[in-house]
C-alpha cells in the first residue's frame, strides 16, 4: 500500500462545476496534510495546509480532513480553465518530522 | 513567504558528468530539503539539509551520488555526480515557509536535468 494515494485521472469537470479532489493515507499518526498545484514544467505551488479534522476554506478551494477514514480532498469551486493542472497531495508521517510525503497527483481539466 | 532562486533552471550533461545546483533563499531557514522529480512522477524526497551538520538522505540516496552542501541559512548546493541517463529529472529544493495563506513548504522553480 502507497503511503499517499491518488487518482492520476484525468479528472474532467465543465467550467463553473466544483472540482473533487481526494486523498487517502496509510499513517494513522499523520498530523499535517497539504495541497499543492503543479501547472505542467512548473514547480508546486502551496495551495492549503490542514491539519485538524473538519473544513478550511480560503477563497475557493475547501480542504476536507477525516483523519478517522484517513483521507483528505480539496474542493475546487467554480472551476477555470486556469486551474487546469496536476493537484499533488502531501503528508507528513509519524517520525518523519518536517519531511513531505507526496502522492502521484490527480490531473484536472476544466473544460469551456 | 520565503523566496528561493534556483539555478540553473535547466541544463543538458554529458553521462559520466556532475551538475551542481544551487539554492539561495532570502531569509534564513533551519532545514533546505532537496527532492527529484522523474518525467511524469510525483515528487521524492533526495535529502534534508541542515546548516552545520550531514545531510540526512532518504532510502535509495547516497552521498556519494548526491553530495550536498549547506554552508549558512540561506544557501545549498546539490550536486548530482556521474550522471547517467536515468538521472534526468526535475531537481527541486524547498523550504517551510508560509505560501498563499497557509504554512507549509515552498518550492525553488527547479533544474531541469537532461543527460545525454
Known amino acids: 500500500q502507497k503511503e499517499v494515494e491518488q487518482n492520476s485521472g484525468p479528472l474532467s469537470v465543465p467550467e463553473g462545476a466544483i472540482a473533487s479532489l481526494n486523498c487517502t493515507y496509510s499513517d494513522r499518526g499523520s498530523q499535517s496534510f497539504f495541497w499543492y498545484r503543479q501547472y505542467s514544467g512548473k514547480s508546486p505551488e502551496l495551495i492549503m495546509s490542514?491539519?485538524?479534522?473538519g473544513d478550511k476554506e480560503d477563497g475557493r478551494f475547501t480542504a476536507q480532513l477525516n483523519k478517522a477514514s484517513q483521507y483528505v480532498s480539496l474542493l475546487i469551486r467554480d472551476s477555470q480553465p486556469s486551474d487546469s493542472a496536476t493537484y499533488l497531495c502531501?503528508?507528513?508521517?509519524?517520525?518523519?518530522?518536517?519531511?513531505?510525503?507526496f502522492g502521484t497527483g490527480t490531473q484536472l481539466k476544466v473544460e469551456l | 513567504s520565503a523566496v528561493i532562486s534556483q539555478k540553473p533552471s535547466r541544463d543538458i550533461c554529458q553521462r559520466g558528468t556532475s551538475l551542481t545546483i544551487q539554492c539561495q533563499v532570502d531569509?534564513?531557514?533551519?532545514?533546505m530539503f532537496w527532492y527529484r522529480q522523474q518525467p511524469g512522477q510525483s515528487l521524492t524526497l533526495i535529502a534534508t539539509?541542515?546548516?552545520?551538520?550531514?545531510?540526512?538522505?532518504e532510502s535509495g540516496f547516497v552521498i556519494d551520488k548526491f553530495p550536498i552542501s549547506r554552508p549558512n541559512l540561506t544557501f545549498s548546493t546539490l550536486t548530482v555526480s556521474n550522471m547517467s541517463p536515468e538521472d534526468s529529472s526535475i531537481y527541486l529544493c524547498s523550504v517551510e515557509g508560509q505560501g498563499s495563506g497557509s504554512y507549509g513548504y515552498t518550492f525553488g522553480s527547479g533544474t531541469r536535468l537532461t543527460v545525454v
Open positions: 502531501a503528508v507528513t508521517l509519524t517520525g518523519g518530522g518536517n519531511k513531505l510525503t
Open positions: 490542514i491539519y485538524s479534522n
Open positions: 531569509s534564513q531557514v533551519t532545514m
Open positions: 539539509a541542515n546548516q552545520g551538520s550531514e545531510a540526512t538522505y
